[in-house]
Nanobody, 123 residues
């Protein structure tokens, strides 16, 4: 499985941005996809995840109500739609695949990672 993340950039506080993560490899629709983020000096933290069916999602408390994580299995792509962005959302965002069916939030459980895309939110 290979993951290619894109869509990062500079945005003002209160703005919106959509990240994309294109996956290659078999049985993409079977697996949990997630987004994590890492700010300078901090550990990589869970942001959002979605099950293979797309019906069940989970979000970190810090992004609930502002971020969504849709996926398009026909395109082997998962997105992170971010709105009402805050300066504290500034980080490198990583997509990841967990070769399981139930959502987990521990970064150690994830099997494959994309290269990361930088999101900078200015105040």
């Amino acid at each position: 499985v290979q993951l290619q993340a894109s869509g990062g950039g500079l945005v003002q506080a209160g703005g919106s941005l959509r990240l994309s993560c294109a996956a290659s490899g078999p049985a993409f629709s079977n697996y949990v996809m997630a987004w994590f983020r890492q700010s300078p000096g901090k550990q990589r933290e869970f942001v959002a995840a979605i099950r293979g069916s797309g019906r069940i999602t989970d979000y970190a408390d810090s992004v609930k109500g502002r971020f969504t994580i849709p996926r398009d299995n026909a395109k082997n792509t998962v997105y992170l739609q971010m709105s009402s962005l805050k300066p504290e959302d500034t980080a490198v965002y990583y997509c990841a695949v967990y070769l399981g069916v139930v959502i987990v939030t521990s970064r150690g459980a994830y099997n494959y990672w994309g290269q990361g895309t930088l999101v900078t939110v200015s105040s």
